[in-house]
């Protein structure tokens, strides 16, 4: 092909692309009727005069910043309060449309408020949890959600909803996270808008929103996928999403442009993927890179790359590696696409985790992990008390699936106390207690933010003294044999429980540093483990002592993104809901070398299941149901 030809070519390729993007400006964007591009101002670039307004609260502050393009807002406040800095756009939704904006949280806590609405507390609002789950919703409770962000990150966020000609008192709706189908309600609860939309915020039950906005538009009829995809930029896509090889064996996945309609290349785009030594890329030396090319014609079309681990002699284990993968053409926009990750497992073929490789178990070595620690002197300590000989034959084998005790012997014997802890005895390998923070800073055992459901008292916890918890009975709401029961310091619970089980510290309330330092106080930062829902907090607990054993709390779907987030923050191992939880969710936690345990689980056949699958671990609320499954 001359050089003539080439130009004639990108000719028509560019005055093609400039069509395109007028059709779509005059169509797909016709009913936009807000836009807040955020550039330094809060004018509507719509032309319909829905300008936001800012409002300053008594907390919080605002200020422009970078954005996802050019400048975007950035607003934060004080977390879990109300009366922060907010924007106010006066505009009513319609009975369809479609929400679209960009965002990047700077924390996580319960509520983050990104967008709310004039009507309710509970409804018309976009919000994220502790966790990091997104959540969206028309009316309360019926949510839209299964989608988990990173903090520091751009999110391209948009939830569709039509109001249903048959049944108007139902609603339609959908959620799209950067451009993917993420989740959808057929039947969700139709509640008549507002005459306002709020960013970060705004009713007076809401709290803080607390990140930076960006692009924020909102039209009066559905956005289609395709539609949805033309507002994000274009991006490298890699299916699967993560990759496992055996050594000696082969893998492939495709390599994609993604983009929208009016978004095609306007020139080549080589991808460039780095190497790495334990693999041939495309039968290449090991530890080459490799470079594709999408050439005009074929840019929609995938490329196919092989994977081959290496096989050696060495006993190295599994090892965990990242293919990046970076886009460069001569058109501008797809030289500016992000970086794309493969997370690559390479499972050795050589690693025989029986002989731990080239020393064998240890005696000690219980849980056959090749480590020998806190949790094996924990599962021999367990082993001990059940046999007057360990050698004997009579004596129970120790199940490397952890029975983890829900709140104690929670079936029966008051949760939180100490007699659910000693009740857990001779069942339970780890006792979970939930633990808040009084008022003068003590680390007390309490599921709940008011002591009302199990004490006879009443009010928050968070505003008494130790010494009035103190005087409450814990035990009596449950029976009257537990007349007199405390409430139980953490320090009290976590000696009762020690030696021959483990503490399992569920956080509900109070700052890293206090359990950290209370831990540290007891000498027993290798015995203890902590979770929470709120991973900020365990991020923090790492951070500070890596030593102590940390669990992400949480639901939804667990995909490998969120797997990957858990484990940037450090945080040891995975406890999930059990209802969403299968046979290949656990594969695909133990494929990142995490283990995975589940919450809670009372039932015998479910308990069954759940060990059929190679489950890490099941919190009960009857410990002895579960022991007597695993050693009948």
């Known amino acids: 092909m001359n050089k003539n030809t080439i130009k004639n070519n990108r000719f028509y390729i560019y005055t093609t692309y400039f069509f395109v993007i007028i059709v779509l400006s005059t169509t797909m964007y016709a009913d936009l009727q807000v836009y807040l591009p955020l550039d330094g101002n809060l004018l509507d670039a719509a032309g319909g005069d829905h300008n ?23 607003l934060t406040g004080t977390h879990g309060s109300t009366g922060n800095d907010y924007v106010a756009i006066n505009y009513t939704l ?5 929400i679209a904006l960009w965002f990047k949280p700077a ?37 839209l959600r299964g989608y988990y962000m990173n903090a520091d990150t751009w999110y391209h966020i948009a939830v569709t909803w039509k109001r249903n000609s048959v049944n108007p008192t139902y609603v ?29 915020g705004g009713n007076s039950g809401n709290t803080a929103g607390d990140g930076v906005w960006d692009e924020v538009r909102i039209y009066n009829h559905v956005l289609t996928t395709e539609e949805i995809r033309a507002l994000l930029p274009r991006k490298l ?19 994609m442009l993604d983009y929208a309609v009016g978004q095609e290349p306007t020139d080549d785009v080589i991808v460039n993927i780095t190497g790495d030594p334990n693999i041939r890329l495309n039968e290449q030396d090991a530890g080459v ?6 050439l005009p014609g074929s840019y929609g079309a995938p490329q196919v790359v092989t994977v081959t681990a290496v096989d050696d002699t060495m006993k190295q284990g599994d090892r965990n590696t990242n293919l990046a993968h970076s886009a460069n053409s001569d058109d501008p926009a797809w030289a500016a696409v992000d970086e794309a990750m493969l997370p690559l497992l390479v499972q050795d073929n050589d690693y025989d985790p029986a002989d731990c490789g080239l020393w064998g178990y240890a005696p000690m070595d219980f849980n056959h992990d090749c480590y020998v620690d806190f949790v094996d002197l924990s599962m021999f300590i367990t082993q001990w008390l059940r046999c007057t000989q360990p050698g004997d034959a009579n004596c129970q084998p120790v199940s490397p699936i952890k029975v983890v005790a829900h709140r104690g012997y929670s079936d029966i014997a008051p949760e939180n106390t100490i007699a659910s802890c000693n009740a857990s005895r001779g069942f339970a390998d780890w006792v979970e207690f939930d633990v808040r923070e009084t008022a003068d800073g003590h680390l007390i055992l309490m599921h709940d933010a008011t002591v009302d459901r199990t004490t006879d008292g009443s009010g928050s916890v968070s505003a008494m003294t130790f010494n009035t918890l103190r005087t409450l009975d814990a035990g009596s709401w449950f029976s ?10 953490m320090s009290e619970a976590v000696l009762a429980i020690m030696p021959d089980m483990v503490p399992c510290i569920e956080r509900k309330a109070g700052a890293a540093q206090l359990y950290v330092d209370l831990i540290q106080s007891l000498r027993m930062e290798n015995d203890v483990v902590i979770i929470a829902f709120d991973w900020n907090f365990l991020a923090d607990v790492e951070a500070l002592a890596p030593a102590i054993s940390t669990g992400a709390l949480s639901s939804g779907a667990l995909t490998a993104q969120t797997i990957q987030n858990i484990q940037s923050q450090g945080i040891d191992f995975i406890d999930w809901a059990e209802g969403d939880v299968n046979a290949a969710t656990v594969a695909l936690v133990h494929s990142f070398n995490m283990e995975l345990c589940v919450w809670t689980v009372d039932d015998a056949g479910r308990m069954a299941e759940l060990i059929s699958w190679g489950i890490d671990g099941i919190t009960t609320n009857n410990p002895e149901l579960l022991r007597n499954i695993i050693s009948p």
């Open 52 to 74: 936001g307004v800012l409002v300053n609260g008594v907390f919080g502050t605002h200020q422009y910043v970078a954005g996802k393009f050019d400048q975007g807002l950035e």
């Open 94 to 98: 319609t009975n369809e449309g479609s």
């Open 107 to 143: 924390t996580f806590y319960d509520y983050n408020t990104i967008l709310d609405n004039s009507v309710n507390q509970d409804d018309w609002e976009l919000w994220l949890y502790s966790s990091g789950e997104f959540a969206a919703r028309i009316q309360s409770p019926q949510y």
């Open 172 to 200: 339609d709706n959908e959620l799209y996270i950067d451009g993917e189908w993420v989740a959808s309600n057929t039947d969700a609860a139709w509640v008549a808008p507002g005459n306002a939309v709020y960013l970060g």
């Open 237 to 255: 896509l890699l299916e699967p999403v993560s990759l496992n090889v055996t050594e000696g064996n082969n893998e492939i996945y495709n390599v």
């Open 289 to 294: 890179g490799l470079s594709l090319t999408f």
């Open 480 to 489: 009257a044999s537990f007349d007199g029961e405390l409430v139980p310091l």
